[in-house]
């Protein structure tokens, strides 16, 4: 099972990236993902999450309106559209699988200035 994240980058405030995660190794379509985001001294949270299909979403407080999860399940890719970003998103964003069968990839890193 490998799960690598890319699309990390560095970027003003109020800018917009968009995150990637491609799963190889198991039946993508058959796990709920999420992302989840870790900044220096702070502990791992999740971001966004999606069900199998994508018709569930949900987001932690702190992003709703800003962040939107997707995926694409024939890629056996998941995304995390970040727009209007803000300082306090800097952090280093990884996906897992929500129950957390998988280890974590590397992470991609995203660094927003005021």
């Known amino acids: 099972v490998q799960l690598v994240e890319s699309g990390g980058d560095s970027v003003q405030s109020g800018g917009s990236l968009r995150l990637s995660c491609t799963g190889s190794g198991f039946t993508f379509s058959g796990f709920e993902m999420g992302w989840y985001r870790q900044a220096p001294g702070k502990e791992r949270d999740m971001v966004s999450s999606?069900?199998?299909?994508?018709?569930?979403?949900r987001n932690a407080d702190s992003v709703k309106g800003r962040f939107t999860i997707s995926r694409y399940n024939i890629k056996d890719t998941v995304y995390l559209q970040m727009n209007n970003l803000k300082p306090e998103d800097s952090a280093v964003y990884y996906c897992?699988?929500?129950?957390?069968?998988?280890?974590w990839g590397q992470g991609t890193p995203v660094t927003v200035s005021a």
């Open positions: 999606i069900s199998n299909s994508g018709g569930n979403t």
């Open positions: 897992r699988d929500v129950k957390g069968r998988f280890d």
